[in-house]
């Protein structure tokens, strides 16, 4: 009659399917996601009153200002909630009642995982329908000669491309923050969250260092931490897409193939340390 | 993913532990492999533009706080990574758009930037397909500098060198040379070389005088290679007018333009198929007397020249 | 086969700036609890009982040593559906209701539907969660978490239950109901290993105890045993002469003025008869007799005090060479 967590590949799945709804659940209910999701929105309409102002650039900056908004936030929600999925938990305690029960460690740290990039999933997605709300409002109110001129139509599916790679990187970043709550406290792994996602931005930058810094040395460490660190600006397409140039298929594959790679590579890590972990 | 720990054990003993390090190595280099390849097939997006919403360097310098030295080396990274991108790119439509922007950025967050300035008077004004062909753009750049860093005479002299080579207005160039000229410090030869430059604007002679100045004086290597490379293309000039001159002396003989080396070498007008002071071979037009450099040579394409060259055919 | 068992477990912490040094929280912990029974793991606060509770849920990795429940090792999988935890001051999650708790843990045993349902309603009947089951766990008090923190740790009706200071903070209402649902497991043949500080509790529970002083298991038996030992007798006495005073008192286990001209004398029992006869001899009148028995404060102050004997006695470094006898 009960199912077996020891045994049984399946078994296994459906106990991280329960860690991952439940911090669904726990995420839905927090006051700051909450908040963060409510502002984003609101943000996204807001700047239709922005485009107002600016003459003529007004689809570009809604566009712009959407996408821009959903990664920010995707940011904040990916970080904030994502150190609290195991720094928060460990520190107050309530990880010791769970892990007594029959769960895993591995089987935690996954469903955490999940269940972080299925509200990730749910409010990317929210996001993505105000921002085509708001710019489909303005296409109808529009007059045809003027959207004519427009580099996309307002509404321009290819936009989804962005939002997907945006997706990706927040998985990526998520699973970032997921890695450094296993290893250090919750105010350290989320300033090294952001620096990293910083540095991820510029990583492009790193390699070609020796045009700044005279010492080859500091340029071999500069390339080296180039391939390591996580690459996050190549998954920022908003430019392309909001002036219309084709992202090909290919590109979108492989810098998803590149995400999730890495993915795997820090949720085994972080599987890794927190096998091992004392709480104590 | 059940895990059994033995009693007086932890989780993953250590051969475990080699294995689980292995796979995340692994797992690394399957992103890296992933990244490398679509970075070989597909351009980078050219998502600076966005940092250029803050097309004023004064608000990005009030943004940048207590970090603008570093956004000025990115800055000028990201020049020269664009400028190096751009040149070897096969699309037409690549542009060398931001170089400028670039640059101008970078020198505003560090106006003692002194390589972006030298960088920006060399290959903005480079033309296309070397560059943009922006001296104006060049010139604002330099001025810049100057106001920064009055006692840098260099400037001075790129400013007035832009007038001469570029914009091809003498009295522009001359009149900056003699500015430089009164800087404390400058070199003794810039007071001679605005004369000079009046008297002899626009010939030949004039050019290779400064491009030597230059190269002999440059404490910079690109800066010194780009002169030697400048000077050089002013030898195949030179050597494209006696080619000229062998032509025309040809056709007097014959009656014809040659249509072949074998012919001017046969003649003993020419001692051998003549190559440019880089190796590649000259291209004879044929029945026309003109000669041109190849398109295959690191010279090309040789730069206009102020004043036409002597007209073979007259 | 014992519900639970230790062999030499010890549990070593790296403690200093560059992590060099070594903090030994328990030390060789030897014991074993049949089934059925209910064992007072006591000692003063850091001896080590929290530390040996993780051990033994895996919460933390033993350095050396054995732990087994039911015969398994004490981190495996299998093991954890026969058995229950009450942390210490539980804290659970915020933002989910008492009832979406139990629901979420019962669905990680694997019940189905119906049956978690009826299990859940069923717990939270007999912890005395009513209509507040609906509330979000943010707004729980300290006591109703505790109540919620015990349904928790039956919802799989385990055979083994560890509770980590069950009564701490509690009200003396709620310690008695604690102490009813402790008897109430015993009754219905669970086994129950808790920890805690407070003596008079667990007097009245526990069938086995033992004794936890710095990390290492200083005492360990019968409670019925230890309180079946009678003390001895208190004579008391009046006008006992400084001659006497010295020559019986030193006989004496313990002799004690009390008041002017009043003392007491703790005696052996078989001796009773003899001091009363000396007493008299010297002069003295016996004023009363009474007999004392063992409680678990006695036991447990005179381990702790041989302990820290013991320890001022032993090197500066906190490492034990042998386990002390055990009484």
Redesign the interface.
Known sequence: ??????GGFV?SL??VG??AV?VF??SV??RILYNLVIFAVLLIAGSYLMGQITAGQDVKIIKDLGLAATSLFGLFIAVFLGIGLVSKEVQ???I?????????RPQFVLGKYAGLVLTLAVNVAVMIAAHYSVLGVMSWLESPEFRAGWEAPATDPAMLKAFFLIFVQLMLITAVALFFSTVSSAALAAALTIGLYIVGHFNADLRNFETVVDSPAAAALARGFYYVLPNLAPFDVKTAVVHAQPVPWGYIALTTAYGVAYVAALLLASIVVFS?R??? | M???????A??SPPLGGLGLALAIAVLLGGALAAQTARDNRYAAWETESELLYVQSGAALTRLGLAFDDLLADLYWIRAVQHYGSTKIADEADRTYDLLYPFLDLATTLDPRFKIAYRFGAIFLTEAYPDGPGRPEQAIALLEKGVEAMPERWQYLMDIGFIHYWWVHDYEAAAEWFRTASEVDGAPWWLEPLAATTLAQGGQRGGSRLLWQQLFETSDNEWLQAEAGRRLLQLDALDALDQLGLAAQAYRDRTGDWPRTWAQLIDIGLVPFEPLDPTGTGYILVPGTGEFELSSDSLLFPLPSEPEALPDPAS | MPAIRTEALTKE?PVGFWRKRVHRALDQLTLSVEPGEVFGFLGPNGAGKTTTL?LL??????T?????ILGR??????V??R?????E????????TAE?LLL??A??????PA?RRRRVDRLLDEVGIGSERRQMLRRFSKGMLQRV?VA??LVNDPEVV?LDEPMSGLDPIGRRQIRELILDLRRQGRTVFFSSHILADAESICSQAGVLVAGRLVSVGRLDEILAVERGWELVVADLSEVAQRAIGSRARRITQIALGRHALEVAPTESDQFVRDCIESGAHVVALNPLHATLEDFFLRAVQDERGNEGASSDDSRATEPPPTS
């Open positions: 009659m009960t199912e077996s967590a020891s078994a459906r106990v329960h860690v439940h659940k726990e209910r927090d107050r305690r309530s010791y009642s769970l892990l007594a029960k029959p769960v895993t091992r004392d709480f104590k | 059940p895990t059994e720990k033995a009693p007086s932890r989780v | 912490f993780k849920l895996q919460l933390i990795f033993p050396s040593g054995v732990a087994e090792p004490a981190g495996s999988v299998d954890r559906h058995i229950g935890y009450l942390p001051t539980p804290y659970f999650y915020d933002n989910l979406e979420y843990f669905k990680l045993f694997g019940y189905a049956d923190g928790q740790a560890f």
